[in-house]
């Protein structure tokens, strides 16, 4: 048996900034398992801009954001493991993994989670009509196109304004491909605003909204579509159907946290966004394993991964070199207008405060983040729009926390308009 002080199951931009970070804080005893033929995760195929604004303040491509991450890895001299599949991990943080070497088994002390997330496929949503040859999802189609030449078809529907989706759309539209359309149930756009203009809009895309897909048509290949528009409660209208035709239907339906290590190390996962339940430190319920990325939930912008991911890095080196954190006796809660707030639980004695993340349940706006403890109201925080496809971050303060008595709930309301 292999044994490790930190083992980080993951080689995407959360896996790598996280080794890197616990590394600077004195962790040479780590490796990096990730089961891809090469480091740097789903940004190998996103070949497009929009990258790094944040975190280096300029605009890079997928893969020259991962590159410098890569290269930090190899200059610190971090050891890794490239198509190896980690296929169990138990609560004692025992990990058995394979590759065409064989079988590996690894004690850790500490492990990250950084395994990402996948996309929803067809048997997610009610979608009439039978499975030809040609309904793929987005991501797939990115991959295809980017990293292996293949062009996925001619005609093509999009279902689902997730992001993938959206800047697909464009790909596929310079690539020589005619986008019929973006079909997308809600009433508002999946994905970011900036990838609705740049990636529909600039191209004369449409995008529409409050439809679903009644009929897929085809036998041995897609031949096309039928949408139907829906009402507030998603119910098809009838009468309002409409053919397209096309040879191939995208799915960007949204994505799901990569968690089924995290069910065989028993953490109970959140109930909304489908990733581990943490303490304000990134640590599960499983003293010792640390979670981060978009397994513990769906980030919009991989600046926001890297700066999570750092924090799982640093706090798992605090575990290995100081010993187990204090328990956290303050509980956090989604209140009206909020899908979810992460982490579950605060640890009250932490200096630095916490920081909340959460999504709106709809779209806000001149709002008011409402930040509570029992009937208590402890602060008001102005917001001039809020939308569910941006995940919010509201930084609290350790005096705030200190008032609180054992549940922080965050809410939304919107603020009356004077006539």
Do not use: W
Request: hydrophobic share 40%.
């Amino acid at each position: 048996m292999l044994h490790y002080d930190l083992v980080i199951i993951g080689g995407g931009p959360a896996g790598l900034a996280a080794a890197i970070e616990a590394h600077k804080q004195g962790i040479t005893n780590s490796i990096i398992i990730e089961r891809d033929r090469e480091l740097g995760g789903i940004l190998n195929q996103c070949i497009h801009s929009g990258f790094g604004l944040q975190e280096f303040k300029e605009e890079l491509t997928g893969p020259e954001y991962a590159r410098r991450f890569i290269d930090d890895v190899k200059a610190l001299g971090i050891p890794y493991l490239l198509n190896t599949m980690v296929v169990e991990l138990n609560e004692k943080k025992q990990i058995l993994a394979m590759n065409q070497e064989g079988v590996l088994e690894i004690q850790a002390r500490a492990v990250i989670l950084a395994m990402g997330c996948r996309e929803r496929s067809a048997g997610a949503v009610a979608m009439g009509g039978t499975r030809p040859a040609g309904i793929l999802t987005a991501g797939t189609a990115q991959r295809l196109i980017n990293m292996e030449g293949l062009m996925v078809g001619k005609e093509i529907v999009i279902y689902g304004s997730g992001d993938i989706g959206l800047i697909m759309a464009r790909r596929l539209t310079l690539e020589g491909a005619h986008v019929a359309c973006v079909v997308e149930i809600e009433p508002h756009s999946s994905g970011l605003a900036r990838n609705v203009a740049q990636c529909l809009d600039d191209y004369d895309i449409p995008l529409l909204l409050q439809h679903n897909i009644h009929a897929v048509h085809g036998h041995d290949r897609v031949t096309g579509v039928t949408l139907c528009q829906v009402d507030e409660h998603r119910q098809e209208i009838p009468g309002t159907e409409q053919d397209i035709p096309c040879d191939t239907l995208l799915l960007s339906i949204g994505l799901i946290p990569e968690n089924e290590l995290s069910g065989q190390a028993h953490i109970p996962l959140h109930p909304k966004t489908r990733g581990p339940l943490v303490t304000s430190h990134l640590e599960t319920t499983q003293e010792g394993i640390f979670a981060c990325g978009n397994v513990l939930h769906v980030h919009d912008i991989v600046d926001y991964v890297t700066r999570e991911s750092r924090e799982a890095g640093r706090n798992a080196a605090h575990y290995l070199l100081d010993g187990a954190f204090a328990h956290t006796t303050l509980e956090t809660k989604a209140g009206d207008g909020i899908a979810y707030v992460l982490p579950s639980t605060i640890d009250t004695e932490d200096a630095t405060g916490a920081s909340l993340s959460f999504r709106p349940t709809k779209k806000f706006t001149q709002a008011e983040l409402v930040l509570s403890s029992g009937d208590t109201v402890l602060a008001r925080f102005p917001r001039r729009v809020l939308v569910p496809s941006q995940m919010g971050n509201l930084p609290v303060k350790p005096s705030l926390l200190a008032m609180a008595e054992g549940t922080l709930t965050l809410s939304v309301c919107e603020k009356e308009v004077k006539a």
